[in-house]
């Protein structure tokens, strides 16, 4: 019988965002060497942040001095690709693994499928964006919604997702838009940008959270394994910022 992939899955965690990415970028490194199992994890910012793309070097000078609720708004780089994505009130998905092939559009959509299903299965359904190249040219990642992001029937988009790949292994994780605040998201990209997201009412993060892992177990066919990380990973990982 084919037996199933272990997971690592690592507990919901809340930090600040360059921990988060130094987290992302030592995960997606062990994978790539072999060390280290594909990996599934849930996080989110603590303050809230900026996080930019990897390649994004314009941004508003003002998006330095932003606040929300009395704390700086964090301004951090990304290891992946993409647009400016504002991290207060949402959830962060990261997947590290490999052996997945074809374009890189393809891996998003097999990647993304789990995200699909899940949402399904909380009464949301989801589809691909339909936006061209035209998004280079926004600097908000939730302004505009390609073929890698995932949006509500409305056309409002939900998920935002980024990704890197380095010889086989494949790092990409996203925001998942929960319960922005309008008034912070028209600061840092304008009021006409924003959407409202509709999301059912009764949903909580350890719903949504529960519901995610299922459809990733059954899309990725595997088996999880909950291990958050050690005192001597938490050293590695930290010994990088």
Same mark, same amino acid.
Do not use: D
């Given at each position: 019988m084919y037996s199933k992939q272990v997971w690592r899955l690592?507990?919901?965690l809340e930090a600040a965002g360059n921990v988060q990415m130094a987290i992302d970028n030592w995960l997606l490194e062990q994978h790539q060497s072999g060390k280290h199992?594909?990996?599934l994890r849930?996080?989110?910012w603590s303050p809230s942040a900026i996080s930019l793309g990897y390649h994004q070097r314009k941004y508003p000078e003002y998006w330095q001095n932003l606040t929300w609720?009395?704390?700086k708004l964090d301004l951090v780089q990304r290891p992946t690709g993409g647009r400016a994505v504002l991290h207060q009130g949402d959830l962060t998905y990261a997947v590290v693994t490999s052996g997945i092939t074809g374009s890189r559009l393809q891996v998003y959509e097999k990647i993304c499928e789990f995200l699909i299903?899940?949402?399904r299965s909380l009464g949301v359904e989801l589809h691909y964006g339909t936006e061209g190249r035209g998004y280079i040219h926004n600097p908000n990642c939730f302004g505009t919604a390609t073929s890698a992001d995932l949006v509500l029937p409305d056309g409002a988009k939900l998920i935002g997702s980024a990704q @890197?790949?380095?010889s086989g292994a494949i790092l990409q994780h996203g925001s998942i838009r929960l319960q922005p605040d309008a008034e912070l998201f028209a600061q840092v990209f304008g009021a006409e940008s924003f959407r409202t997201v509709q999301l059912p009412q009764s949903l909580s993060v350890e719903k949504i959270i529960a519901d995610l892992i299922t459809a990733a177990s059954d899309c990725f066919n595997m088996q999880?394994? @909950?291990?958050p990380l050690s005192p001597s990973e938490w050293e590695e990982i930290l010994a990088k910022l």
């Open positions: 690592i507990p919901l199992p594909s990996t849930f996080y989110t609720q009395g704390q299903q899940g949402w @890197l790949r380095r999880i394994e @909950l291990q």
